[in-house]
């Protein structure tokens, strides 16, 4: 959600900014924007894609060495012009440009103050507010690294911020409190010469592989010789040099259309690479998880689960696996509705919590609640090794993804569901509950989850023959029973986000209670068909379907002895995979999504209204 990049170099800057925000593109964005600085400040904004904003810069041969660019994602104010970042405050010679991802929540008593104080607004962001405290505090003859610090510990909410003013040609100074922001340290990690401000390090890949995670409250400033950094008390601080891993290859797009279908065929390998470290294992060892797991595992009497989106889904899941096979009771919580009522803290609760980011807002404010009401055991399950969640939690199993460009989750979520499978076993064996032989068995079919989900992506062709199909429908309904229901409402979140197919999802026992009503022949009906405990009694939901005209779509087992009929489409996708099945019956709705897409022409990577990282409440 939103981007920043900041840049102070002996070259002209421009190129490397308009480049860092079209690798932040994947976060999603309504309108872009540079600042620049060379000799006198000038900014240009455009609503719309950053090619737009490229366009324009070319227009007025934009030239210089040192600048900010941002891509918006509304929040406060509409998509105009006017709105987008970054902006302005000048007065008396002094001129300052600000840019910010986050929420400014005291926003509108500092703009009635700013306002009695003489300083008029162009704006209707939260942002503006910023920039007009930034250079109140210029003005009275702070300079720029001082005057951010001033102005941030005035802010309530969630920001990072990069700043620009004319006195101070070539300098960036940054903030982060609650939303992303990293240093990118120029030429080989010396700093000497340029330096780099970003939300993430896929916009710095081209100029650094060095980079410093900046922690809660820090405020950075960027200059040709070098950079420093103080913490939220103002004290100097030092922070680690981190050479990313990150490969750039990894961020194009290669033989693929989109990076959604990219990351739909890296499943395979991102999800052996996420299991790398049991492939080999003969058996489980709880220190997968850190050097406190097996003490905090012994003491653990229930889980309780905090995410957002898809990797709610995903705790779902995990839910009845956990349930099942460790015999721990789970609760599984949307984390922005958690943090807003008082819920019960039972002690001995092991606190899991899922995202791909790191860094969503909602997830880290419902850890910090969780912990606020005495809940010290926390695990982050997690794509991003320097996310703010994985710092604050005392355990950790990250899912070696590697980078998601597309909106639409597809390998954050299959790996997120490896590890919490793992993370099941090995609260199993703590607690008895698994025997040798039985754990034997479950490895033996971790170790080949890759080749079969490799497999199950040869149904391509026949899933795009299906996408035509629904390429006109108005609304779909998923069905799916047990540990399948949450991966029916995956794919018909799938589905919502980039076609705008209207979809809901039920467990299948529930058609009688409602969803009945909305079948009828307009209405297509996606089955997620597992040969398991429950496959009778999806099949007696599936004659209730039929008998009311509706036309199913069957992901099916190939031991599960559903025939193709009139109004009965099938694909079957191979032998059952016991308790990893739901991973594997995910990625044809995944699929399924992404060529139904394709048919009615949506963006597929960025649609509409969403972003990648909400970072914001």
Not at 101 to 109: K, L, S, V, Y
Not at 386 to 394: G, H, I, P, T
Not at 452 to 473: D, Q
Request: hydrophobic fraction near 45%; proline fraction near 4%; include cysteine.
């Amino acid at each position: 959600m939103c981007g920043i990049v900041g840049a102070v170099a002996q070259r002209n800057v421009v190129p490397i900014l308009i480049e860092g925000l079209r690798k932040l593109e994947y976060r999603g964005y309504d309108s872009a924007g540079i600042a620049i600085m060379n000799g006198a400040m000038q900014r240009v904004r455009a609503v719309g894609r950053v090619a737009d904003l490229e366009a324009r810069t070319r227009e007025v041969h934009a030239d210089a060495p040192t600048g900010i660019a941002h891509t918006r994602w509304a929040t406060h104010g509409g998509v105009t012009e006017n709105n987008a970042h970054p902006h302005v405050s000048c007065n008396d010679g002094v001129e300052v440009s600000v840019v910010h991802n986050g929420i400014i929540e005291n926003h509108d008593a500092l703009r009635r103050r700013l306002e009695a104080g003489g300083y008029r607004f162009a704006s209707d962001t939260d942002t503006e507010v910023i920039a007009h405290l930034v250079h109140s505090h210029l003005a009275a003859g702070l300079d720029l690294f001082a005057a951010v610090q001033k102005a941030v510990r005035e802010l309530e909410g969630a920001y990072a911020i990069a700043a620009i003013c004319r006195k101070e040609p070539n300098t960036v100074v940054g903030s982060r409190k609650g939303s992303p922001l990293l240093l990118g340290i120029g030429n080989a990690g010396s700093g000497k010469g340029e330096n780099f401000l970003a939300s993430d390090t896929s916009a710095l890949l081209q100029v650094t592989r060095y980079v410093t995670y900046l922690e809660e409250g820090d405020v950075v400033q960027i200059r040709l010789d070098g950079y420093s950094i103080v913490d939220r008390d103002g004290r100097p601080v030092e922070r680690p040099i981190v050479e990313s891993q990150l490969s750039a290859d990894a961020i194009e797009l290669g033989r693929y259309d989109h990076f959604m279908q990219k990351e739909i065929f890296e499943q395979p390998g991102a999800i052996a690479n996420t299991l790398e470290m049991v492939a080999n294992a003969s058996s489980l060892s709880a220190g997968l998880f850190g050097a406190e797991a097996e003490e905090i595992f012994a003491r653990t009497r229930q889980v309780l689960v905090l995410a957002c989106g898809t990797s709610y889904h995903a705790g779902c899941v995990a839910k009845y696996w956990i349930e099942s096979i460790a015999g721990l009771p789970v609760a599984v919580e949307i984390a922005s509705e958690y943090r807003y009522r008082d819920p019960v803290a039972l002690p001995d609760t092991l606190v899991i919590t899922v995202s791909q980011s790191g860094e969503t807002a909602d997830t880290l404010a419902a850890l910090q609640h969780a912990k606020s009401l005495g809940l010290r055991d926390t695990l982050s399950i997690c794509n991003v090794p320097e996310s703010a969640l994985v710092r604050q939690s005392r355990l950790r199993f990250l899912t070696r993804a590697g980078p998601e460009i597309g909106v639409a989750s597809t390998k954050a979520f299959t790996t997120q569901l490896a590890s919490l499978f793992v993370l099941t076993l090995v609260l199993a064996k703590q607690r008895d509950r698994l025997a040798p032989a039985r754990e034997k068995e479950l490895l033996a079919q971790l170790r080949h989850l890759p080749a079969a989900v490799s497999r199950v992506l040869e149904c391509e062709p026949a899933v795009r023959h299906w996408a035509n199909r629904f390429a006109p429908k108005q609304h779909a309904l998923f069905l799916g029973r047990g540990v399948h229901f949450p991966i029916a409402l995956e794919g018909a979140l799938k589905l919502k986000e980039i076609t705008y197919i209207h979809a809901e999802a039920y467990a299948a026992g529930e058609l009688k209670h409602g969803p009945l009503a909305l079948v009828d022949r307009e209405m297509p009906v996606v089955v997620v068909a597992p040969n398991d405990a429950l496959i009778e009694k999806l099949k007696s939901n599936l004659q209730e379907v039929r008998a009311r005209g509706g036309e199913l779509f069957v992901f099916a087992d190939q031991d599960t002895h559903i025939e193709p009929s009139d109004g009965v489409n099938i694909i079957n996708l191979g032998d059952h995979a016991g308790p990893l099945s739901p991973i594997l019956h995910v990625v044809p709705l995944q699929l399924l999504a992404y060529h139904a897409a394709l048919a009615r022409g949506t963006d597929v990577d960025k649609p509409r209204n969403l972003a990648k990282s909400v970072t914001v409440e």
